[in-house]
């Protein structure tokens, strides 16, 4: 199965760079999210409703909408701030990716372990600019706010339509599909990785490290 794949590419200020990330990677996870599955039997299960937040940002004219979990939001933030200072407070990188993938496991035959094959890829592709003036700032700060915003609609839009998920798992195979570990949201398995290659390679290169990763389980 091949994973599906979006990429998004930003010009932004230093600043923005953590609003830019949650704005996109919260809009995915809210919609990639189920409230907790609660198992009376192995294939009977109810499911917990899932909360939203808006977050008002500070460096953007934006608001989006995240799930209502500060420990799903401590986590994205973690990860996130690891690619901003990877390319904010070095002067030799100016540009970035960060890739967001979901994934699932299964189950290999013995004596082999599980594999993780992706199923869905969003990278944010980011070039950091200087302008001169305030007036420019401000300015930015603006269309910046509307261009992140209709990446935010775009990603409703997609995730509206008919697409691959996992199937609902059985009470056995729910940590092989979920990530079950935030108390009150259940987001499908995913994982956080940035890299500062050229924007042409981002997504083969997260794949291939995803894998080889994925060997090391």
């Not at 339509?161 to 398995?189: A, G, I």
């Amino acid at each position: 199965m091949n994973a599906r794949t979006e990429t998004f590419e930003l010009n932004v200020l230093g600043g923005q760079i953590p609003e830019v990330c949650n704005s996109i990677f919260h809009t995915i996870l809210f919609l990639r999210s189920t409230g907790k599955y609660k198992y009376k039997e192995e294939t009977s299960y109810s499911i917990g409703p899932v909360g939203a937040k808006d977050e008002d940002c500070d460096f953007l004219d934006l608001t989006y909408t995240r799930a209502d979990s500060d420990q799903l939001d401590l986590f994205l933030k973690g990860e996130i701030e690891k690619f901003n200072r990877a390319l904010r407070y070095n002067e030799s990188l100016r540009s970035g990716e960060i890739t967001l993938t979901f994934y699932q496991k299964k189950q290999k035959r013995w004596p082999f372990s599980q594999e993780c094959i992706p199923w869905e890829m969003w990278t944010l592709s980011l070039k950091v600019i200087h302008l001169p003036n305030e007036h420019e700032r401000n300015a930015y700060r603006t269309n910046l706010g509307m261009a992140v915003g209709e990446k935010v609609m775009y990603i409703t839009e997609i995730m509206s339509r008919d697409q691959y998920v996992p199937k609902n798992p059985n009470y056995s195979e729910l940590d092989n599909v979920f990530d079950s570990s935030f108390p009150t949201v259940q987001p499908y398995l995913f994982k956080i990785e940035h890299t500062m290659q050229s924007p042409s390679s981002n997504v083969s290169t997260t794949m291939r490290k995803f894998l080889k990763d994925t060997l090391m389980l």
